[in-house]
């Protein structure tokens, strides 16, 4: 398949251990794609492999019409953010831990912003609360408003609600892909939920067994 300019990662022939193999995939640009299929299929590796925290045995990835295995690391995730199913948080208060990341960069964000990006992702806690005392459900936020607040233009999630109940999980989706649709992201999301990808994704991937075993484009 030839590149375009909606081309944001192209896929070909690649493998990873005896986990995924993936002939030919391609995720557009500044829309939502999304990944479902059971446990253990594949989706978490998919998405460490474009956020290039691994790397394929073989075959090929491009972002942006480049070479995956060319493009420096530390420029790929000033423009590639990735929240994992299991966040990590780091010692000290909520404020320390939505500001890491922009202080590794000489960056600053002021308190405003920073209880903005909280409510966006419904979690009502105090900038100098200690993280030590948040649930799963709460790290799980806070470390999705900690990517947000990054800004960077394409975002991978994995599962980023799997610790919330339902209702929550609604209301943090529906406002995560309301701001990534706003402000013309990328986002590729693993996802449980069928019905969650059906109502928000452009696109629709099913892996089994670390392979593409379907594929629905609705944008």
Same mark, same amino acid.
């Given at each position: %398949?030839?590149?375009?300019?909606?081309?944001?990662?192209?896929?070909?022939?690649?493998?990873?251990?005896?986990?995924?193999?993936?002939? /030919?995939?391609?995720?557009?640009?500044?829309?939502? !794609?999304?990944?479902?299929?059971?446990?253990? &299929?594949?989706? $978490?590796?998919?998405?460490?492999?474009?956020?290039?925290?691994?790397?394929?045995?073989?075959? $090929?990835?491009?972002?942006?019409?480049?070479?995956?295995?060319? @493009?420096?690391?530390?420029?790929?995730? +000033?423009?590639?953010? %990735?929240?994992?199913?299991?966040?990590?948080?780091?010692?000290? $208060?909520?404020?320390?831990?939505? +500001?890491?990341?922009?202080?590794?960069?000489?960056?600053?964000?002021?308190?405003?912003?920073?209880?903005?990006?909280?409510?966006?992702?419904?979690?009502?806690?105090?900038?100098?609360?200690?993280?030590?005392?948040?649930?799963?459900?709460?790290? /799980?936020?806070?470390?999705?408003?900690?990517?947000?607040?990054?800004? @960077?233009?394409?975002?991978?999630?994995? *599962?980023?609600?799997?610790?919330?109940?339902?209702?929550?999980?609604?209301?943090? =989706? *529906? !406002?995560?892909?309301?701001?990534?649709?706003?402000?013309?992201? $990328?986002?590729? %999301?693993?996802?449980?939920?069928?019905?969650?990808?059906?109502?928000?994704?452009?696109? =629709?991937?099913?892996?089994?067994? &670390? @392979?593409?075993? &379907?594929?629905?484009?609705?944008?």
């Amino acid at each position: %398949m030839s590149q375009t300019s909606n081309v944001l990662f192209q896929l070909e022939n690649v493998r990873y251990r005896d986990v995924l193999t993936i002939e /030919q995939f391609v995720i557009p640009a500044g829309q939502i !794609t999304c990944l479902i299929g059971s446990s253990g &299929g594949g989706k $978490t590796t998919l998405l460490r492999l474009l956020a290039k925290l691994i790397s394929p045995d073989s075959g $090929t990835i491009t972002f942006a019409n480049t070479l995956l295995s060319e @493009r420096d690391s530390v420029t790929h995730r +000033r423009e590639v953010a %990735m929240l994992s199913q299991q966040p990590i948080l780091f010692p000290g $208060t909520v404020a320390d831990n939505l +500001r890491v990341g922009l202080k590794i960069e000489g960056k600053e964000a002021t308190d405003e912003a920073l209880y903005d990006v909280l409510k966006t992702v419904r979690l009502k806690q105090a900038l100098d609360a200690d993280v030590e005392h948040l649930s799963g459900g709460e790290a /799980q936020r806070l470390a999705l408003a900690r990517i947000l607040l990054l800004d @960077r233009p394409v975002i991978l999630l994995d *599962e980023p609600s799997s610790a919330l109940d339902e209702a929550t999980e609604k209301l943090i =989706i *529906e !406002t995560v892909v309301s701001t990534v649709r706003e402000q013309g992201k $990328t986002l590729v %999301m693993a996802t449980h939920s069928t019905d969650e990808a059906r109502r928000h994704a452009d696109v =629709i991937v099913q892996l089994e067994n &670390g @392979r593409l075993k &379907g594929r629905e484009d609705h944008a």
